[in-house]
């Protein structure tokens, strides 16, 4: 088994597919669209892996949560980009672009080399070798 695709609700879905896009060398398929249901999304494809899908629907509720507090569910998703010197490179390109970076690149107890940053609604991204 593996896992296929992870699914985030957004508010601004050209948006946010840009930013996969651009920082992440993410692909986009064809804009799926319901008009019966209002709703809209992409599959964004990377070089490997599970697919991340990006939908839009305007009743869906914002996140109440704090996003730099952690709760229960799913906080963050990792991208593997293959180096301690790509994590570093792409951290300081966010930091420079104006994304928040909630957490530091750092060797992690657990072996993993890491830095995490928000994505432009504030969902977490782990940048990992």
């Known amino acids: 088994m593996k896992i296929e695709h992870l699914a985030i609700w957004v508010k601004d879905l050209e948006g946010m597919k840009a930013f996969y896009e651009q920082y992440f060398a993410a692909t986009?398929?064809?804009?799926?669209r319901n008009d019966k249901?209002?709703?809209e999304s992409y599959f964004l494809s990377f070089e490997e892996g599970a697919r991340l899908e990006l939908m839009e629907m305007p009743n869906i509720p914002s996140n109440m949560q704090d996003p730099h507090?952690?709760?229960?569910g799913i906080i963050h998703f990792a991208v593997s980009v293959g180096s301690k010197e790509r994590v570093d490179q792409l951290t300081e390109q966010l930091r420079g672009d104006g994304f928040e970076i909630v957490g530091?690149?750092?060797?992690?107890?657990?072996?993993y080399y890491e830095s995490v940053v928000f994505d432009p609604e504030k969902n977490r991204i782990e940048i990992t070798i």
């Open 104 to 111: 530091e690149a750092r060797w992690t107890g657990d072996g």
């Open 28 to 32: 986009a398929g064809n804009k799926y």
């Open 69 to 72: 507090l952690q709760y229960t």
């Open 37 to 39: 249901k209002n709703f």
